[in-house]
């Protein structure tokens, strides 16, 4: 059922990434008001500051009047040209101090309340940023009484201005800066927005365009990412994903070849099955002709057909990649050495010569199906390598096999006096597929050899330092309490 649903999402046309609102885009839309909020910071001093510079030309300009006014023949003013002057000059009134006196120089329609009262000599930015707000906030035209430094010995110069030419320069002013800012804001959020798109947001979509691309088949090589020349992060991850890309490529090149292997020795093992039940009943047959050397050799083939077909059946019953478990009990080892030799092809009339020291009685807690297995690889393994040996001397040719005991432990060593494993061979010896390159070795032995003792929870090594070659094999007994469960259970 899983597997149907998995196919079913696979089988699904993956929908296309939309872009709807991309990188690029989201970064042009936050530019904007972050640039509008950088403008109104500068705003706020910048409106004080318009303000106190209109306030100090007036000042000025009185200043000016003022000296006018005061060199007037004891004062003397006309009063049409004291209302020319104060209308050129924006005021209402002028007036000095000078030590204890107080001079009004001119006036015009003065109010009879002053407003506003703003000393230009202890203004503050504070109170500047405060009352410029509440120039701007306020309605009708209210008057401004100023007062700031005499440029004519006086102590101080007053003047009454009207509030409402000011407000509307101010207000002129705050709407020049308001379209200045919104130029800037778009021309820099169209420059950032530019420069994003090229520098990330162009290679991001490539990358991620790439990724789909792979996705959809991760076994074409012709998907894999070309890193540009960048040296940032985006080459970093465009090489680091490329080298991805080509491992996970070659990893499933070699995972589709092991299943396809899977799949042949799984047809050869059927058909091998079917082959070797054939010959059981061939040899069936052979067993009751009289002839007493056929008599001798009858049962052993037998039951190496037997052993070979319960193999193939385990093996296509269990599953392919994996041994059965194994099926402990304790056997003496002796007998199995005895098969292994004649089903090797060892016995006594080949050139080389078979030493057998094993302990009397020597006992191993194992699957005799499987420990003929392993030791039949090893012995296998011996004798090509004196076959292949052209050099070795035929009367010093020998096959070793020893067993002993170390406490719970049985320890099993087949050594020969061949070339030795070749250093080439010696890193991955008991990896599957490992060969030195002998013709006819699929490189299998050895790997069967070490998952069968590993199974027992043992283990196989190659001994180092020996003439040829010597691998000892080393499988403790099941601790006593888990032999007693079997045994009670199979009493029951
Ligand atoms: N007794 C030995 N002497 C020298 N070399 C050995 C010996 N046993 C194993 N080797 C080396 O180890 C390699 C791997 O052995 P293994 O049994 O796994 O594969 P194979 O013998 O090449 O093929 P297969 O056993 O599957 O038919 C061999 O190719 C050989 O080079
Ligand atoms: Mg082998």
């Known amino acids: 059922m899983a597997v149907t649903e998995e196919q079913s999402t696979t089988a699904m046309p993956r929908p296309k990434p939309a872009y709807r609102l991309g990188l690029s885009g989201k970064l042009l839309l936050l530019t904007i008001p972050l640039v509008m909020i950088a ?12 303000r106190m510079n209109r306030l100090n030309d007036r000042l000025a300009a009185a200043n000016t009047a003022a000296l006018v006014l ?15 002057i104060l209308s050129s000059i924006g005021a209402r009134a002028v007036a000095i101090k000078m030590g204890h006196q107080r001079r009004l120089l001119a006036s015009a329609d003065l109010p009879a309340a002053i407003d506003h009262d703003v000393d230009m000599r202890t203004l503050t930015v504070w109170s500047a940023i405060v009352d410029s707000f509440e120039i701007m906030l306020e309605t009708g035209n209210q008057t401004i009484r100023l007062v700031g430094p005499a440029s004519n010995g006086a102590q101080f110069i007053e003047t009454v201005v009207d509030e409402a030419p000011l ?27 530019l420069a994003l798109h090229y520098l990330f947001v162009r ?26 020349q960048r040296g940032d992060e985006i080459g970093v991850a465009e090489r680091e994903l490329s080298d991805m890309q080509r491992d996970l490529v070659s990893m499933l090149h070699q ?46 083939l037998m039951r190496s057909l037997e052993r070979a077909i319960a193999f193939c059946q385990s093996t296509l019953s269990y599953g392919r990649a994996q041994e059965a478990a194994p099926d402990r009990r ?49 012995v296998r393994n011996a004798a090509q390598a004196l076959e292949n040996h052209p ?39 008991f990896e599957a597929f490992q060969t030195s390159g002998r013709p006819g070795g699929s490189g299998l032995g050895l790997a069967i050899a070490a998952e069968l003792v590993r199974a027992h929870g043992g283990n196989i090594h190659l001994v180092e330092g020996t003439i040829g070659a010597t691998f000892r094999i080393a499988i403790p007994d099941r601790p006593v309490e888990l032999l007693s469960i079997r045994n009670e259970r199979a009493r029951a």
Do not use: C
Request: hydrophobic share 45%; aromatic share 4%.
């Open 39 to 50: 403008e109104v910071l500068i705003y706020v001093p910048a409106i004080a500051n318009f």
């Open 167 to 193: 407000r509307a320069s101010m207000y002129r002013f705050s709407r020049n800066l308001l379209w200045v800012s919104l130029i800037i804001a778009i021309l820099t959020a169209a420059l950032v927005y």
């Open 255 to 300: 995972k589709s070849r092991l299943a396809a292997l899977g799949l042949a020795v799984s047809k050869i093992n059927h058909d091998l099955r079917n082959l070797l039940a054939s010959s059981q009943l061939l040899s069936d047959q052979l067993a009751s002709v009289p002839d007493p050397r056929v008599q001798r050799f009858a049962p052993k």
């Open 70 to 84: 005061d060199a007037a023949p004891s004062g003397m003013v006309p009063d049409s040209l004291a209302r020319q």
């Open 330 to 378: 304790m056997i003496l080892i002796e007998p199995v050495v005895i098969e292994v030799r004649e089903s090797a092809g060892l016995g006594s009339d080949v050139s080389i010569s078979w030493i057998s020291a094993i302990e009397r009685g020597l006992t191993i807690d194992a699957d005799p199906d499987q420990l003929f297995r392993v030791l039949l690889n090893l």
């Open 391 to 429: 050099k070795s001397d035929v009367a010093t040719q020998q096959i070793r096999i020893t067993g002993r005991r170390e406490g719970t432990v049985a320890i099993v060593e087949v050594s020969d006096t061949g070339p030795g494993v070749p250093a080439k061979a010696r890193d991955h010896l």
């Open 203 to 228: 290679p991001m979509r490539r990358l991620t365009a790439n990724l789909v691309g792979f996705h959809a088949n991760p076994e074409s090589s012709a998907r894999i990412i070309v890193p540009s």
